[in-house]
């Protein structure tokens, strides 16, 4: 027994040496050290891989979108529009400083290091491995390259693919391009992607103007935005942001970019509470549609535009924009039953302002809301200007010297015959247009014709000038050659227009005849563009003396016309009413020595699209253009002037032509005995049917031959059913608006 169990002990310790030597043998130094340097150089030759097989990848779709920005005159915000509120700004723009603060923040070593952090590296992969999450310690050139080229995915492939672009993007690109890619795209909260965005986010200014501790705030937030926004922070957030942002200035003060001493005094600058990004409701959504408009006219195509990018000023004047709205409720609005009332659901409003020195839109009313009525009734063109056009009338005739069929010289003091449905003399096409309320005024000078804007003797001056003449008077006036025949009719407003074209028109006829332009983009400005902005001002489109005559004769309408509601002592004014055929639209356009502006009320079905009768809104009767319009109109001059203005019109000549009586007749009825004011059918119209013949369009040099046998009248009867504005007129002074139903 004792033999045996000594050889059973011997076999047990040679096995268990036979064990130990074995494994002892497998992990011996020397193999551990050989297969951890076989393994780095397989991480090697895949890092060489990867770095051989990954490009530099095209931007994503995010990291390129901005926003673009609209602006007043005075550099305040009106809108931002855009999936991504994002404005790029160059590097330059950023105050040193500032740009020091967010290097000190994230990456102190930016401006030496390679483009990588491998411990940094080597946390995100084991914390990506390990299911912790989102890595920390990325070099600014690793974030940018994450929010530039690639997502915000926690991936591994993901983070490699991070680290080789890094190494590559560090060898083509400077510093500072890196830095400034990383400040435009990284996001800082409250909906901000991009420095420009969060300045003004959180400070209300732009990034060019922030200070070091507003900068040094918005490099702390990149860390926790939505934990360290100051307006929703707890005390926790709140402490350990303003421990970041000391934290960032202590690491400048180190790099030797901020002086002990300035740190020392320096105190934390609480942002601003959040506001919400403007809207298209109320206005801006006419005023950034009408700037989009200009810049398509200027070649800016809607691809480019909507790419985003741009900063657009525009040319309104914020208080002006202000009154004008405000005269709008004041003086329609707040008389409107939208809900109760057919017709006040039916009633819309546009204005344009122009300042007539340069073209500038200074002022624009749409409508009730851009987010209600997106059609923007100040530059709609699908209502007729009606008697707002017998200015150019006029200034045709001047313009081209034209004379009366007997030869005399047209000019203010001009005797015509006003008798209402006269047939016009020396036309192929027979015409014989109705004075307001079928008036009849006998002999009457062209002063007094405009004050009442008689129907019947523009008729005959657009005839003894010729149409086509009058036409193309009206097109070098600005006018848009829209529905516009050469017809004896146009002298009734027949043609389209906006209230944007008609200001251009007045403010030329203010400006002494010398083109104005209306525009409303005072700059728009890309990183890579700029558009060229409209010329406001261009040669003489009349003569001086001209528009100087014209202007005299439109004083007359404000001082002693269907214009007296604009009639005041505060400032110099000139104007013309006008209301279209069925009282669909109503019209008051005027100007001052600073401003021209044309007001509208238009006629508008609920449903869209079909022109319906003005007459009853706000149950005064037919909204004609002597009333809302002219009062909205006076309303906002008298507020856009502040009050008043001692400017003058400085008219050098005018034209005062031959009378052709030594006296003028004075044969029209008071104005107290005038009949009541009638509506035509629906039916008529006093445009030209399509069976007339047709008009050359060159002007001639003789009258055609008189006609002596007036045709059949043409006109529109009238309705005695329509209401009767109860307003009583001044003395010597017509009815509470200028035109009869027929486009006056």
């Known amino acids: 027994m004792g033999r045996a169990d000594a050889r059973r002990g011997q076999g047990r310790g040679a096995r268990r040496a036979g064990r130990s030597g074995g494994i002892r043998g497998l992990f011996t130094w020397r193999k551990l050290l050989g297969t951890f340097f076989g393994f780095c150089l397989l991480a090697m030759g895949v890092f060489v891989a990867l770095y051989v097989y990954v490009d530099v990848p095209e931007a994503n779709a995010t990291a390129k979108k901005q926003s673009n920005v609209y602006k007043y005159s005075d550099g305040s915000l009106l809108a931002r529009t855009g999936e991504v509120n994002r404005e790029i700004v160059d590097l330059a723009e950023v105050p040193k400083e500032v740009q020091h603060a967010f290097v000190a923040a994230e990456n102190k070593t930016f401006y030496q290091d390679r483009g990588v952090d491998l411990k940094g590296t080597a946390r995100g992969l084991f914390n990506t491995l390990s299911g912790k999450g989102k890595q920390g310690g990325s070099t600014i050139t690793q974030q940018y390259v994450k929010n530039y080229y690639l997502t915000q995915d926690p991936t591994v492939s993901r983070k490699l693919k991070e680290l080789v672009i890094s190494l590559k993007v560090d060898q083509k690109m400077g510093k500072e391009d890196i830095l400034a890619g990383y400040m435009n795209t990284a996001y800082y909260g409250r909906g901000a992607s991009g420095i420009q965005a969060a300045a003004q986010a959180y400070y209300g200014v732009d990034a060019k103007d922030l200070d070091l501790s507003q900068g040094a705030y918005l490099a702390s937030l990149l860390q926790a935005p939505s934990q360290y926004d100051w307006a929703v922070a707890s005390k926790t957030g709140k402490k350990l942001v303003t421990e970041r942002w000391g934290y960032t200035l202590d690491n400048m003060v180190e790099k030797g970019w901020l002086d002990s001493s300035e740190r020392a005094g320096m105190k934390f ?260 563009r700029v558009a060229q902005p409209v010329d406001g001002t261009g040669g003489q489109a009349i003569s001086r003396k001209t528009a100087d005559t014209v202007t005299r004769a439109l004083t007359g309408v404000v001082d002693n016309g269907s214009g007296h509601e604009a009639d005041t002592t505060a400032y110099d004014a000139a104007g013309k009413t006008g209301t279209s055929e069925n009282n669909k639209a109503a019209w008051f356009a005027g100007y001052t020595p600073e401003l021209s502006t044309v007001v509208a009320l238009y006629g508008e079905a609920k449903d869209g699209g079909k022109q319906v009768t003005l007459t009853g809104t706000a149950s005064s009767g037919r909204a004609n253009g002597g009333g809302f319009p002219a009062k909205i109109w006076a309303d906002y001059t008298l507020a856009a002037l502040d009050g008043g203005s001692t400017g003058t019109f400085d008219l050098e000549d005018v034209e005062r032509g031959e009378s052709g009586v030594t006296q003028e007749p004075t044969t029209a009825p008071p104005t107290s005995e005038a009949p009541e004011e009638t509506e035509p059918p629906e039916t008529e119209s006093p445009t030209q049917s399509p069976t007339e013949p047709p008009v050359t369009e060159s002007p001639t040099t003789e009258p055609p031959p008189t006609q002596t046998t007036p045709p059949t009248p043409t006109g529109p009867t009238t309705d005695p059913t329509d209401p009767v504005d109860p307003v009583e007129p001044p003395e010597d002074r017509p009815g509470r608006g200028d035109d009869s139903l027929l486009g006056q």
């Open 269 to 528: 600058t609480r942002p601003q509470d959040p506001k919400a990004a403007p809207g298209m409701e109320g206005q801006t959504g006419y005023l950034v549609e009408a700037a989009n408009q200009e810049l398509a006219r200027q070649g800016v195509s809607e691809e480019a535009r909507v790419a985003g990018g741009w900063t657009i000023t525009l040319n309104i004047d914020k208080k002006r924009q202000k009154e004008l709205e405000k005269a709008v409720d004041r003086q329609l609005e707040s008389k409107l039953d939208r809900d109760g009332n057919k017709i006040d659901a039916t009633v819309q409003a546009g204005a344009t302002s122009v300042d007539p020195k340069n073209g500038e839109v200074v002022a624009l009313y749409g409508g009730v809301s851009a987010t209600e009525h997106w059609v923007s009734n100040a530059t709609r063109r699908d209502y007729q200007p009606a008697s707002t056009f017998k200015p150019l009338v006029l200034a045709s005739a001047l313009e081209n010297g034209a004379q009366t069929q007997d030869g005399r010289q047209i000019g203010l003091d001009t005797v015509y015959d006003g008798t209402s449905r006269r047939p016009v003399v020396g036309s192929d096409i027979p015409f014989k247009p109705q004075n307001e309320d079928d008036r009849s005024y006998g002999d009457i000078s062209v002063q007094r014709a405009m004050d009442r804007s008689v129907n019947s003797v523009f008729a005959q001056m657009v005839v003894d000038v010729t149409p086509p003449v009058v036409k193309q008077t009206a097109l070098d006036l600005g006018m848009p050659d829209k529905g516009f025949p050469a017809v004896p009719s146009i002298t009734l407003g027949t043609m389209n227009a906006s209230t944007w074209d008609m200001a251009g028109v007045f403010a030329t006829l203010d400006n002494h005849g010398r083109k104005v332009t209306p525009h409303i983009i005072k700059s728009a400005e890309h990183r890579d």
